[in-house]
């Protein structure tokens, strides 16, 4: 019902009629994100914007609790000067704690095969680690080059499909499979960089993000990021953010550079050129952060590098 809502809502906006560019799939991976299945899900997505889409730089795995700090002509106009083969991605080659919690078990994921949510089955004994390759992990957020989303679905190197298959068993698959793939891969290893460009709160005990909320706002537009997660679907903080660093009013879209109509009513109500940008406070915040983390002289010493 809610997917087909979505569809509907696409489908009456005027200016995603006429550019044509968001597509809603007909049925939803069903993926646990404690599981492998999200693997599925994102490379699924990637898959269908290769078939349909011929013109785009990066994939951009974004889920519903990311919000954008940014407005999309301050992202395109930034990434315009940057190589077009950079990945950004969080990475370690430093196990520690997910030795024994997520990669050692073995799970079944229902998500795989069963069309309504159950219990993640969980195998009494443990594997070990392999040595046909080293495993590294990261963030499941990832702006990702096309280059490699064809190097892992339609490339000729094998790593890809075996270490999907190695991973269907491993509990939170999803942020070790394109780090792995990236840092063993000789073509890959140095596009890497080391930054999501997301904003997070502080790491829990357990490995996880809390929440964002309003008292997270001034700390996550000073940092330069170009997203932020998470947030909770209700919460007041997104209608500040669209107020007050997209210009984005209740129920309209972000304004660009294609928007030509008066301030005073909708402004995206008559379009100009969409390859007209526009960026504004956004793109300037993720230039300084971009410049200061590119050129603090650690960015190749921080590429896959391995830690015991």
């Known amino acids: 019902a809610d997917r087909d809502a979505l569809a509907l809502a696409v489908q009456s906006s005027p200016i995603f009629r006429a550019a044509q560019n968001v597509d809603v799939l007909?049925?939803?991976?069903f993926a646990y994100p404690k599981g492998s299945s999200p693997i599925s899900a994102t490379l699924h997505g990637a898959s269908i914007l290769l078939r349909l889409a011929p013109r785009w730089d990066w994939f951009v795995n974004l889920n519903a609790l990311d919000y954008p700090l940014v407005t999309q002509d301050d992202l395109l106009h930034i990434l315009s000067y940057?190589?077009?083969d950079l990945n950004f991605l969080n990475h370690t080659s430093y196990i520690g704690w997910r030795e024994s919690r997520k990669l050692r078990p073995i799970i079944v994921d229902p998500g795989l095969y069963?069309?309504?949510k159950t219990e993640m089955f969980y195998a009494s004994q443990?594997?070990?680690l392999p040595d046909a390759f080293r495993l590294f992990s990261g963030s499941t957020f990832a702006i990702l080059s096309r280059n490699f989303i064809e190097h892992c679905i339609l490339g000729t190197d094998n790593l890809p499909r075996t270490l999907l298959m190695y991973l269907s068993n491993t509990p939170s698959s999803l942020s070790n499979y394109f780090p792995t793939i990236l840092c063993n891969s000789h073509q890959f290893n140095h596009t890497i960089v080391n930054t999501n460009l997301q904003y997070t709160s502080n790491k829990s005990m357990k490995g996880e993000y809390p929440e964002l909320?309003?008292?997270d706002f001034d700390n996550s537009i000073k940092s330069g990021a170009a997203f932020a997660s998470s947030f909770p679907t209700d919460e007041s903080v997104l209608d500040r953010i669209d107020r007050e660093i997209l210009g984005r009013y209740p129920d309209k879209v972000v304004p660009g550079g294609w928007c030509l109509g008066e301030s005073r009513n909708d402004t995206c109500s008559i379009w100009g050129d969409a390859d007209v940008l526009r960026p504004g406070p956004g793109a300037r915040r993720l230039e300084k952060f971009l410049v200061s983390f590119?050129?603090?002289?650690?960015?190749?010493s921080q590429q896959c590098a391995v830690l015991d």
């Open 294 to 300: 590119l050129s603090n002289g650690t960015v190749l």
């Open 26 to 29: 007909g049925r939803a991976d």
């Open 213 to 215: 909320d309003s008292n």
């Open 126 to 128: 443990k594997r070990n």
């Open 114 to 116: 069963l069309t309504e």
């Open 82 to 84: 940057l190589p077009k």
